[in-house]
C-alpha cells in the first residue's frame, strides 16, 4: 500500500508471504531497467543471485548504500534507467547521501528496501526489531513515498514506484516485507 509524509499508511490486514525472485526481476525487465545496484543484502538474495545469470539488467554490487546512490545518479544522468536494492538498515546508513544526491538533486529513484528481520504476521510499524518499525516513520519524515510489497499482488508497486519517481523527481521506495523466494 502506498504511503508518503502526507498520508497514514494502513497496516496490512494479510501477512507478508514470499515473493518469488522470478516475478520480481520479470517486473524489473519489463520496465526496462538497465542496471540493478545492490549492496549485499540478505533479505532479496534470491532476487540478486538470479539477476546475477541475466544480462538485463546489469547488477552492480557496490560496497556501500552512499556509493549505490552516486552511481545511480551518474547512470541517471547518463541516460540509462537504474534502480537500487538495500536493507533497511542501509537506508539508515545512507540518509545524507539521499538527501544530497536524490532529493535535492531531484534524481528519480527506486529503492527496494528489504526490511531485514521483518516479522511476516506484523505489520512493520508494530514490529519489535527497531530498524524494521522506524523504516516506514523514517521514509514520511524525509517525504519519501513509499510502497509496501507483501505478497505477489503488490509486485505491480514497482511499477507504480518507478512511475511516480519519474512523476516527481525523486526517491520513492518500495519495502519488501518477506524475504524473496
Given at each position: ?117 521483518s516479522e ?19 521514509l514520511e ?18 511499477r507504480d ?21
Open positions: 500500500m502506498p504511503g508518503m509524509a502526507t498520508e497514514s499508511p494502513v497496516a496490512p490486514a494479510r501477512a507478508a508471504r514470499s515473493i518469488p525472485a522470478e516475478l520480481l526481476l520479470a517486473e524489473i525487465q519489463a520496465l526496462g531497467i538497465t542496471h540493478m545496484l545492490n549492496v549485499p543484502d540478505t533479505h532479496q538474495k534470491s532476487l540478486l543471485a538470479l539477476m546475477a545469470k541475466q544480462d538485463q539488467p546489469k547488477l552492480i554490487t557496490t560496497c556501500t548504500e552512499d556509493e549505490a546512490l552516486a552511481v545511480h545518479a551518474g547512470l541517471y544522468i547518463g541516460g540509462q534507467k537504474p534502480m537500487i536494492s538495500i536493507q533497511n538498515t542501509g537506508l539508515c546508513a545512507c540518509m545524507n547521501a539521499l538527501r544530497g544526491i536524490l532529493l535535492e538533486g531531484h534524481i528519480p529513484a527506486v529503492l527496494m528496501i528489504g526490511l531485514l528481520h511476516p504476521n506484523v505489520p512493520p510499524r508494530q514490529s519489535r526489531v527497531l530498524t524494521v518499525r522506524l523504516t516506514e516513520p523514517t519524515t524525509w517525504g519519501i513515498p513509499y510502497y509496501l510489497m507483501d505478497t505477489e499482488d503488490d509486485v505491480h508497486y514497482l514506484a518507478y512511475q511516480r519517481s519519474y512523476d516527481e523527481h525523486g526517491p520513492v521506495a518500495v519495502l519488501i516485507g518477506a524475504k524473496t523466494a
